[in-house]
């Protein structure tokens, strides 16, 4: 399952960051990873799909945890599509999940 394995990359990359990995979950809708940052709650989607926008029902949970906690950005990793899009004041950054795993060793993948 490809989008399993997407998941799976995504998290050995914030792993591999030493960052500190939450999940969210309420009801029936989730984020795969919440990253703690100095600027506050990172939500991060992987999402291995050639286009997304956030008005699609696969990122409702992310939508809702924007809604919630209003977290400055928020990040999904896609297939090879690029784009961002605001959500209220959270900035939404749609990144290829093979440019996150070219940045060096202790930089954050996840900076807007």
């Known amino acids: ?4 394995g997407a998941e799976n990359i995504c998290f050995q990359i914030l792993r591999a960051g030493r960052a500190e990995l939450f999940h969210f979950f309420e009801r029936d809708r989730e984020v795969d990873f919440v990253v703690k940052t100095p600027d506050g709650l990172l939500p991060v989607e992987a999402k291995f799909v050639d286009s997304i926008r956030m008005d699609d029902d696969r990122l409702a949970g992310l939508r809702s945890f924007i809604r919630k906690y209003r977290p400055p950005r928020a990040l999904v990793a ?11 004041d959270c900035e939404v950054r749609f990144t290829p999940l093979w440019d996150l795993t070219l940045n060096p060793a202790g930089t954050s993948p996840f900076q807007p």
Do not use: N, Q
């Open 1 to 4: 399952d490809e989008g399993a």
């Open 78 to 88: 896609t297939r090879g599509f690029e784009s961002r899009e605001k959500v209220g």
